[in-house]
Nanobody
């Protein structure tokens, strides 16, 4: 089970850290990614961690940073200089390592958390 947390209401320009815990498990043997979704749109890939290292979508580079704890059971997404257009539900997701082509693509992912809402006020 994947459990996201950390979403809340913030102001433009502020920073926020999201967490995703692999409850009762670790991320060993999985690629794990962060995605977001606004109403009426598909899930947008932000970042991914796999055996190849970290990968970011073009618009996430520079403002969003993904990391993992030493226990390899929690990943984080640090977001800086937040904008109103960053308002979305943020999800983490996993796919078995090697069982995908691009872990920034939502259709590649196999297991999803329920998401955490981030609202950025102007």
């Amino acid at each position: 089970q994947l459990v996201e947390s950390g979403g809340k209401l913030v102001r433009t320009g502020e920073s926020l850290r999201l967490s995703c815990a692999a409850s009762g498990d670790t991320f060993d043997d999985y690629a794990v990614g962060w995605f977001r979704q606004v109403p009426g749109e598909g899930r947008q890939g932000l970042s991914c961690l796999s055996t190849s290292g970290f990968d970011y979508s073009d618009f996430a580079k520079g403002r969003f940073t993904m990391s993992m704890n030493d226990a390899r059971d929690t990943v984080f997404l640090d977001m800086r200089r937040l904008k109103p257009e960053d308002t979305a539900v943020y999800y983490c997701a996993t796919v078995i390592e090697g069982d995908y082509n691009d872990c920034l693509q939502s259709y590649e992912m196999e297991r999803w958390g329920k998401g955490t809402l981030v609202t950025v006020s102007s």
